[in-house]
């Protein structure tokens, strides 16, 4: 019921930014297994901004390539396929909500968001499953929703987080306030966007208990994630009370409970490491 | 200016230099005034020294206190001050959520970890 408030909402955005088509084809040959990376750099480099911040970010100290990287092939070699869909997918959804107002809240909610993508990471390796960059995503972009509220409906964000501080549930305030929860926005969001449908029940079902079978590890993981930064306030949230996440998410993300002052230093390593990353953003 | 040693540093020092880690990353910026927080920060973060201007600006600071010495006490108690501050917002924040043991080992690990190096801690208001 709320989720078709929430696809209504979205719908009736409407400057909602489009996906630009370099992503789209970037998303498209990273699925693909015959991929090269010829195939890759040639769509990169029709996007100078694009290929101009792969640049940057395999020069950055995130790398830590000895010597400077100055052709963009070698780039997108080094940064693997994944990676390159990553950073357009983040570019995108970065640039197309970083403008306007609140830039320091943006900041704020952008560690958040990089942070969940680095446990995200820890866990998915911890996990071995064949491509840990998926997982990135999933941390990366679970709160799409909450981006999308700073950006079309501030007034309605100020009211949800003023009940929260004075102690509401953040889904109860959620739904009173804008009649569906941040979570169905950013579904409703990436839906419009056709993103995979994995990234969509993430959006979805992250921190909730619920969420559809076959997802079941890929919510599980973004829901700790989630847990462990708002555990160790990175970023925004921090304010908030911690969301519970249920025995059957910690199970399905593989994570028993003496593992878990582990993860945290796994990934606050990796936070050190990503100090590059953000900076390029933040450029 | 002169290089301070942390150890021996107060709150209102200003920085005559940026501080930066190891790897050249800026933490904090030239012309800072230091605070209670920033001193904290900077201990965890194990940086040894830092360049500060001769001059201490006022809060209730009026001359530069000689390194290392007298101001021992009063740091280690600003340092629990701001441990205890952070003791008491996890604890609020995780009021009825330890409903399974990860949420109870979650809380325990995070609490163990409430002074790490903060560059991704949002500005707090």
Redesign the interface.
């Known amino acids: 019921m709320s989720r078709e408030k929430a696809a209504e909402l979205i719908g009736k955005i409407e400057d909602l930014p489009t996906l630009p088509e370099v992503v789209i084809e970037i998303t498209r040959l990273v699925e693909n297994p015959d991929t090269t990376a010829e195939d890759i750099y040639r769509i990169v480099s029709t996007d100078v901004s694009l290929a101009a911040t792969m640049l940057k970010l395999v020069n950055s100290?995130f790398y830590g390539v000895a010597r400077s990287v100055t052709s963009l092939e070698k780039a997108i070699r080094i940064l693997g396929f994944s990676t390159v869909r990553n950073i357009a997918l983040a570019a995108f959804v970065f640039d197309s909500f970083m403008s306007g107002k609140g830039k320091?809240d943006y900041?704020?909610f952008w560690?958040h968001s990089i942070?969940a993508a680095a446990g995200c990471d820890v866990m998915a390796k911890r996990l071995r499953v064949k491509d840990p960059g998926e997982y990135y995503v999933y941390g990366l972009l679970h709160d799409l929703g909450v981006v999308v509220m700073m950006q079309y409906l501030p007034g309605e964000l100020a009211r949800i987080k003023d009940a929260v501080a004075s102690g509401k549930d953040l889904r109860a305030a959620e739904l009173e306030v804008v009649g569906c929860t941040h979570n169905e926005l950013g579904a409703a969001a990436a839906e419009h966007w056709d993103f995979p449908p994995t990234v969509v029940a993430v959006m979805a079902h992250h921190c909730s208990g619920a969420g559809e079978a076959q997802y079941r590890r890929e919510i599980g993981v973004a829901s700790c994630a989630d847990?462990?930064v708002?555990?160790?306030?990175?970023?925004?949230g921090?304010e908030?009370?911690?969301?519970?996440?249920?025995?059957a998410d910690?199970e399905a993300a593989g994570?028993t409970?003496?593992q878990?002052?582990g993860i945290?230093?796994e990934l606050?390593a990796e936070?050190?490491h990503s100090?590059g990353f953000i900076?390029l953003l933040f450029r | 200016m002169k290089s301070v040693k942390v150890k021996g540093l107060k709150a209102g020092f200003v920085l005559a230099r940026d501080v930066e880690d190891a790897?050249?990353?800026k933490l904090l910026k030239e012309g800072t005034v230091l605070s209670d927080a920033h001193v904290a920060l900077l201990r965890s973060w194990k940086i040894p020294e830092v360049w500060v201007e001769e001059s201490v600006r006022a809060r209730g600071e009026p001359e530069a206190p000689k390194a290392g010495h007298a101001a021992g006490g009063d740091e280690k108690k600003r340092e629990d001050a701001l441990l205890e501050e952070g003791r008491s917002r996890?604890r609020?924040?995780?009021?009825?959520?330890l409903?399974?043991?990860?949420?109870?080992?979650?809380?325990a690990?995070?609490e163990?970890?409430l002074l790490?190096?903060r560059?991704?801690?949002?500005?707090r208001p």
């Open positions: 100290a320091l900041r704020g560690f942070a847990a462990l708002q555990a160790l306030e990175v970023g925004s921090a908030a009370r911690v969301p519970v996440v249920e025995a910690w994570v409970a003496d878990i002052g945290m230093d606050l936070l050190e100090r900076e | 790897a050249g990353y996890l609020r924040r995780f009021e009825g959520r409903t399974n043991p990860w949420m109870k080992a979650l809380y690990e995070a163990k970890r790490v190096p560059f991704w801690r949002q500005a």
